[in-house]
């Protein structure tokens, strides 16, 4: 595919279990974003990579969040015994070499936490 | 600090123009950002602009930067029911590797 995907797409998941949340950029980006969007806080950012590391994690709201990204490709953003308030839109976003100023999004992922 | 505002709704009949404005406070942007959402859909890139330009066109859509003011708008000519959705104005600041700051959004309803 030519865009950034997202799996899945929705997720329904109960309090206190771990959720994993799948990025595929588009081929050959090298910079990857997460974002959330919630109805209280908006679009925030989160983590972003720069290949395999992570040069800025600062928008991790907590240790229950982790992300990795593996081969230069694929991302996985993890939460840890989710909570309500984790529930939100999980965005993903690529962009070429050096060319920071495009970010293209995903569809992402819809987490509901019951 | 890092604050992007837009106003939350526009209401625009079919044919007109729509402008959407948005403030900043971080004069270390490096470029600005507009991006717009459907229902129910992902944020697609409309137009960015960087930030030692005044104005971008781009078919029906203008972007005026007023970096003094720390302003930036959006102007839609023409516009399409087909533009109704949420439009969000965006920074990316300087040396912080790709890192958007986005703003609340701003709802666009054209009526026909």
């Known amino acids: 595919g030519a865009g950034v995907s997202q799996s899945p797409s929705n997720k329904v998941t109960e309090k206190g279990k771990d959720v994993e949340l799948r990025c595929d950029p588009i081929?050959?980006?090298?910079?990857l974003y997460w974002y959330r969007q919630s109805l209280g806080q908006g679009l925030e950012f989160l983590i972003y990579?720069?290949?395999?590391?992570?040069?800025?994690k600062s928008g991790l709201p907590s240790d229950r969040f982790s992300a990795e990204r593996t081969g230069g490709s694929v991302s996985t953003l993890t939460i840890q015994r989710t909570q309500q308030e984790d529930s939100a839109v999980y965005l993903c976003?690529?962009?070429?070499?050096?060319?920071?100023?495009?970010?293209?999004f995903g569809p992402g992922t819809r987490l509901t936490v019951l | 600090g890092e604050d992007v505002e837009q106003s939350l709704f526009l209401s625009v009949r079919e044919g007109d123009s729509s402008v959407i404005n948005c403030t900043y406070t971080?004069?270390?942007?490096?470029?600005l950002y507009w991006y717009k959402q459907e229902p129910g859909a992902g944020l697609q890139l409309l137009t960015y602009?960087?930030?030692?330009?005044d104005m971008k066109q781009d078919q029906r859509l203008t972007v005026l930067l007023n970096k003094k003011d720390k302003h930036l708008s959006l102007r839609i000519a023409d516009t399409q029911t087909g533009d109704s959705a949420i439009y969000f104005c965006?920074?990316?600041?300087?040396?912080?590797?790709?890192?958007?700051?986005f703003g609340q959004g701003t709802e666009l309803s054209v009526k026909p």
């Open positions: 976003a690529s962009s070429p070499f050096m060319r920071e100023s495009e970010q293209f």
């Open positions: 081929s050959g980006h090298t910079a």
């Open positions: 990579f720069q290949g395999n590391s992570a040069p800025d």
């Open positions: 971080d004069s270390s942007s490096t470029y």
């Open positions: 602009i960087f930030s030692n330009m």
């Open positions: 965006a920074e990316m600041l300087y040396n912080q590797g790709g890192k958007l700051i």
